[in-house]
């Protein structure tokens, strides 16, 4: 507990060295609360013209519109737990707004109302919550009271955290592995803000950080988070990168600043963007997505050669496309496939990723570092090897002050100030709700993020079916499915696919909630199955039919 | 205290690596690459009949920590003068600098399909290499000469001194379009990691045309540094520019264990002599380059007198709405995921076979080889953001950007007049309204500014010096998201640090450039104000040199404004 104490000057004295050169902290939060309509009111003179875009989606109901969503992160360290027991030093974000969410292995992404607090009034009228209404009267491990708890407000523990004390608070050691987990929407606005609060067990680097959108499509050099061409947030600073929606996929974000050391480190997460398809009204007719056209320097126009979703052909030339009706209760799908064929029951985002626990120890002790050499001795599903990746999240665990337990509802890992917070979120169970919901389809998205060496997934037991590829649906430029079975996957460091386990088959009935079935999802790369010295464990999770 | 200045000393090593990039950077800002290669030989070469007179040799490859690589490669056999495309190699590079007797990769060997290449191979490597040899993955090979090795005949080592050396000849057809590899079939472990592979590129018959607005079909363009309009015999296949990354790695310690045995075997006049060998696996190697150069020296000029033994450079360039090409190849001995920011580009090729789709309703029109048009499926190749880089494997794929669907517009245009743009409408500009806006974007079909806008945008042209004769700043530009503000307000300068490839604004192009908040002195190394995206191996472990980031595997894409002159032979 006196460790945690020191942890506010430490801060301070962080902070200090940056206000040399600016007015002590630059911490600036930005999600604009305004409607997709543009009424509301704009926290900054810009947030208006960007909102005021027409969100209603072409050969869609106007009810299929995008929203303006909000996430915070900030850049940090800490420490998360393998799974022979070891703790490692990480690099790595962690949680600035949707703490509770992410706690429960959800993602933290969320409108711009609940971001800002639902009761949330502009600065200067009288009545509301300050701006980012987080107030929680516990800190991340439910025993430590949080100084800056505000009794006359409601506890609202999902809120943007503005106030610059608190960013510093939450924020020093909150890393998590992977990190804050992003969802949007297809015509969404993202206004994803990094905040960094400095790592304060590595006080000689005076590291920035940035965030890569990777994969994301006609990137703008500005965000695309590579310090090289762009800029970098220093401590104490933060920057609001701003994105739409324009593709459904599977894709993942990562800091970029010294790619080796910092993507070693846990510097790496979760990312995708559900298809406008899921918005679909219940029994309608989905609009047939179309290819876009693109103007050659000859002067023809000629079909989007990056064509996203090319339409379904019908039998002839002639003959309508084939168009897909959503039944009367709504159907999610991992791309606009125009026909069901990417539909879900459950989603899995699945990281995977890998530690070299000498780089790490390098990492927090300031020794030169060996890029080189760097062997992963770790394998991660999700930022746990196994049979952590099983231990699910206990949904709604609270402790006696009804605070989500940071202890029994994720798993943590206590820092060098003694005090324990969520470390790694989510668990890789995957669970199939056969008899008891009905469930038959499971997407997973799987991405990789090893700076060291490709990794191959196999099945046993439930093949699967591949149905995307680096984000981008498998379709030709002529319509045709060029989805596969298999039983096995491998994805290179900076690759995502999309799987879908398909248990509808009769020879699954005899999977009940009273007699489960279970199956594995694991790396028959043998080697990649150990937790260090430990010799069974690793990249491996199991499937859970019931 | 010892730990923590031996970090200290590790950063600075690093800031020390960058800052010495810089010089030789600035000396040649703009340099970039297309494909150069080599025809054939000037004489006794034909179109129809090329023939390549190739030699494999020991020299040393210039590295970006001071460190000279001894390894071997292939090179033009002295005399053979070949012929260069798309541009020959300056003349103040010196006599035969162009293609020297020992290069890695080996010299881009660049043919027209149908036709019949001859490549003759003498081997100078000292004598403990033994024998080598080249394959052509691909093409059905006939060899003659040499001896018999067992893949196919191999080339034995020159006696020292010798001035005839029995050559071996390869001769195939080039019976489709594409990207190839060739790379040595002897001891390949060993060899292929001295350097000893290179490119073969087959060049369509027919140059395909697509329909323009009006249903007329138009031929594809052949932009200034292509080596042709279209990658294959196939319509969708058209592009602007293009580019050829060979992925390879090199292990250090290898290369001077096999330095050492050469030495010993001198020493002894080559008498009692062992053949060379080396430690390749457990497989540690410590270079990771792009067509034999590892950053920042990949961005430097092709055919550099400071790298005698590495004139390809890895350099791509391209205006908003162009199509590159992108030929990939393999080249290493285990995988590099090589990630290329900005976009997704579209499969149409791996290993030289053209990817179809196995049934269209709507097929378009494209023309044979043989000059018949006829219907021809879509393409079929995946969409890839990452590229795998398998070992020994070319894939083509095709890449564009235009900044579309951003919301905000990257050419900044109403934030030169006031930040907030205020008074300038936005999205696509209204026919006639150029009064109220100064660089209208008028939509076309597509929804961008072209040829095919009305009223039409100016494809631009320089002249033979590079200078700009015609064309609209924002030729390409997605109109929807014009005069469109940045949606943020960008953090405080104070607390931000920036890369020496910015321009020191969000906005892509010179009508950004004022006011610019960077000092006069900051090291920019896009001087267009373009924008740069990293491409890059995604084990992130390759983009160091030597253990030292940044280096390795490691590039920048400039897209430059349309106004900007891309030289490529610089």
Same mark, same amino acid.
């Given at each position: 507990m006196s460790l945690r104490h020191l942890l506010t000057p430490f801060a301070a004295l962080l902070a200090l060295s940056v206000s040399l050169q600016a007015a002590a902290q630059s911490f600036l939060v930005q999600c604009p609360d305004v409607s997709s309509t543009g009424t509301g009111t704009a926290l900054h003179p810009y947030a208006k013209a960007a909102a005021l875009a027409t969100r209603n989606v072409p050969g869609y109901p106007a009810a299929v519109a995008g929203n303006i969503k909000?996430?915070?992160?900030?850049?940090?360290?800490?420490?998360?737990?393998?799974?022979?027991?070891?703790?490692?030093?990480?690099?790595?974000?962690?949680?600035?707004?949707?703490?509770?969410?992410?706690?429960?292995?959800?993602?933290?992404?969320?409108?711009?109302?609940?971001? @800002?607090?639902?009761?949330?009034?502009?600065?200067?009228a009288a009545g509301g919550v300050p701006q980012g209404s987080f107030n929680s009267p516990y800190f991340a491990d439910g025993l430590t009271p949080d100084p800056s708890y505000n009794k006359n407000l409601p506890t609202n523990r999902n809120a943007g955290i503005y106030d610059p004390s608190q960013l510093m608070n939450w924020g020093v050691l909150s890393a998590n592995q992977p990190a804050p987990l992003i969802a949007i929407d297809e015509d969404d606005e993202l206004f994803l803000t990094l905040s960094n609060v400095g790592m304060i067990m590595r006080p000689d680097l005076f590291e920035q950080h940035t965030i890569h959108f990777h994969g994301y499509p006609n990137a703008s050099s500005y965000f695309d988070g590579v310090p090289d061409d762009s800029v970098a947030i220093a401590i104490a600073g933060s920057m609001t990168y701003y994105y739409t929606a324009p593709d459904a996929g599977t894709y993942f974000w990562h800091c970029h600043i010294t790619p080796p050391e910092h993507l070693q480190m846990g510097m790496v997460g979760q990312l995708y963007v559900r298809p406008r398809q899921n918005r679909t009204p219940a029994s309608t007719t989905v609009a047939n997505p179309s290819c876009a056209t693109m103007t050659l320097s000859s002067g023809a126009v000629v079909q989007d050669i990056l064509c996203s979703a090319p339409p379904v052909p019908g039998a002839t030339a002639t003959t309508a496309p084939v168009l897909y009706t959503q039944p009367a209760v709504p159907q999610k799908f991992a791309y606009n496939d125009g026909d069901g064929s990417t539909r879900y029951d459950v989603e899995y985002p699945i990281q995977m990723m890998g530690f070299d626990p000498n780089f790490h120890y390098v990492g927090m002790t300031f020794n030169p570092e060996d890029f080189a050499g760097m062997k992963d001795k770790y394998y991660l599903l999700s930022g746990r090897g196994y049979p952590d990746t099983v231990a699910d999240v206990t949904p709604g665990a609270v402790d006696a002050s009804g605070n989500p337990d940071a202890q029994t509802g994720t798993q943590s890992t206590a820092a060098s100030d003694g005090l324990a917070r969520p470390s790694?979120?989510?668990?890789?169970?995957?669970?199939?709700?056969?008899?008891?919901?009905?469930?038959?389809?499971?997407?997973?998205?799987?991405?990789?993020?090893?700076?060291?060496?490709?990794?191959?997934?196999?099945?046993?037991?439930?093949?699967?079916?591949?149905?995307?590829?680096? $984000?981008?649906?498998?379709?030709?430029?002529?319509?045709?499915?060029? +989805?596969?079975?298999?039983?096995s996957i491998t994805i290179g460091g900076g690759e995502s696919a999309d799987v879908i386990l398909d248990v509808s088959d009769s020879a699954y009935a005899a999977c009940t909630a009273a007699a489960p079935c279970t199956f594995f999802l694991y790396s028959p790369q043998l080697d990649h199955l150990v937790n260090d010295a430990e010799n069974f464990g690793g990249m491996m999770t199991e499937i859970l039919v019931q | 205290m010892t730990t923590v200045f031996q970090a200290i000393q590790s950063r600075h090593r690093a800031v020390r690596s960058l800052a010495m990039a810089v010089p030789l950077l600035l000396g040649s800002v703009g340099a970039w690459s297309a494909v150069p290669g080599i025809t054939g030989n000037a004489t006794g070469s034909t179109a129809a009949a090329p023939t390549f007179a190739l030699v494999a040799a020991p020299s040393r490859l210039t590295q970006p920590d001071g460190s000279a690589l001894y390894s071997w490669g292939y090179g033009c056999a002295s005399g053979s003068s070949p012929t260069f495309v798309p541009f020959a190699p300056g003349a103040s590079n010196g006599a035969n600098l162009g293609c020297p007797t020992m290069q890695v990769p080996g010299p881009t060997?660049?043919?027209?399909?149908?036709?019949?290449?001859?490549?003759?191979?003498?081997?100078?490597?000292?004598?403990?290499?033994?024998?080598?040899?080249?394959?052509?993955?691909?093409? +059905?090979?006939?060899?003659?000469?040499?001896?018999?090795?067992?893949?196919?005949?191999? +080339?034995?080592?020159?006696?020292?001194?010798?001035?005839?050396?029995? $050559?071996?000849?390869?001769?195939?057809?080039?019976?489709?379009?594409?990207?190839?590899?060739?790379?040595?079939?002897?001891?390949?472990?060993?060899?292929?990691?001295?350097?000893?592979?290179? +490119?073969?590129?087959?060049?369509?018959?027919?140059?395909?045309?697509?329909?323009? $607005?009006?249903?007329?079909?138009?031929?594809?363009k052949t932009g200034p540094y292509s080596l042709a309009a279209n990658a294959y015999d196939h319509p969708q296949t058209c592009y602007d520019r293009e580019y050829l990354f060979q992925w390879h790695e090199m292990s250090g310690p290898l290369h001077s264990a096999i330095e050492s045995q050469v030495s010993a075997c001198a020493a002894k006049n080559g008498v009692g002599c062992t053949p060379a060998s080396g430690v390749v696996e457990p497989y540690r190697p410590n270079y990771f380059m792009i067509n034999g150069r590892s950053m920042p020296d990949d961005m430097d000029g092709s055919y550099l007198a400071q790298y005698p033994n590495q004139p390809y450079n890895g350099n791509p360039h391209m205006h908003p709405g162009e199509v590159v090409l992108m030929r990939t190849i393999g080249q290493g001995r285990i995988q590099h995921p090589f990630h290329f920011h900005g976009n997704h580009a579209r499969t149409i090729a791996r290993d030289g076979n053209l990817l179809l789709a196995a049934t269209d309703n709507a097929p378009v029109s494209g023309t044979l080889a043989g000059g018949v048009i006829q219907p021809m499926n879509r393409v079929a190749g995946p969409l890839y953001y990452t590229i795998a880089t398998t070992s020994g494997q070319t894939l083509d794929t095709l890449f564009t950007w235009t900044a579309k669907g951003l919301n905000w517009d990257v050419y900044g245009h109403a934030q030169n007049v006031n930040?907030?743009?205020?008074?300038?409408?936005?999205?696509?500009?209204?026919?006639? @309204?150029?009064?109220?806006?100064?660089?209208?974007?008028?939509?076309?079909?597509?929804?961008?500014?072209?040829?095919?806008?009305?009223?039409?945008?100016?494809?631009?042209?320089?002249?033979?010096?590079?200078?700009?004769?015609?064309?609209?700043?924002?030729?390409?530009?997605?109109?929807?998201?014009?005069?469109?503000?940045i949606p943020v307000t960008p953090p405080d300068p104070a607390v931000v640090a920036t890369g020496q490839w910015y321009s020191g604004t969000p906005y892509l192009g010179i009508q950004a450039a004022t006011p610019n908040p960077l000092a006069p002195t900051f090291a920019k190394q896009v001087s267009t104000g373009g924008y740069a995206y990293m491409w890059h191996s995604h084990d992130e472990r390759e983009i160091t040199t030597n253990n030292v980031f940044p280096g390795g595997m490691m590039m920048m894409l400039i897209i430059d404004p349309p106004t900007a002159f891309i030289d490529e032979t610089q």
């Open positions: 909000c996430q915070q992160v900030v850049g940090t360290d800490g420490y998360a737990t393998m799974a022979d027991g070891n703790q490692i030093y990480m690099f790595g974000f962690g949680p600035g707004s949707g703490l509770d969410l992410l706690s429960l292995g959800l993602p933290g992404t969320q409108t711009a109302a609940d971001f @800002n607090g639902a009761a949330y009034v502009p600065a200067g790694q979120p989510l668990p890789s169970h995957i669970v199939i709700n056969r008899s008891t919901g009905g469930q038959t389809r499971a997407l997973l998205r799987l991405s990789n993020l090893s700076v060291t060496e490709l990794s191959t997934l196999g099945t046993i037991g439930v093949p699967m079916t591949v149905v995307g590829w680096n $984000a981008r649906m498998l379709r030709d430029l002529a319509g045709n499915n060029l +989805a596969y079975n298999t039983n | 060997l660049i043919v027209k399909e149908g036709a019949t290449v001859t490549v003759t191979l003498t081997n100078n490597l000292p004598s403990v290499a033994g024998n080598t040899s080249i394959l052509f993955p691909g093409f +059905a090979v006939t060899a003659s000469g040499g001896v018999a090795g067992t893949n196919t005949n191999e +080339a034995v080592p020159c006696a020292a001194g010798s001035a005839t050396c029995a $050559a071996v000849t390869y001769t195939f057809t080039a019976t489709k379009p594409g990207t190839y590899a060739y790379y040595s079939g002897t001891q390949s472990d060993l060899q292929i990691d001295m350097g000893l592979f290179g +490119a073969v590129i087959v060049l369509p018959a027919a140059t395909q045309s697509n329909p323009n $607005a009006a249903g007329t079909p138009v031929p594809c930040a907030a743009g205020a008074g300038f409408p936005q999205g696509p500009t209204a026919t006639g @309204n150029a009064a109220v806006d100064p660089f209208p974007c008028y939509a076309d079909i597509t929804g961008h500014y072209t040829v095919d806008s009305t009223p039409p945008a100016v494809f631009p042209a320089f002249d033979a010096s590079g200078n700009l004769t015609a064309g609209s700043p924002n030729y390409g530009e997605y109109c929807a998201d014009h005069n469109k503000p």
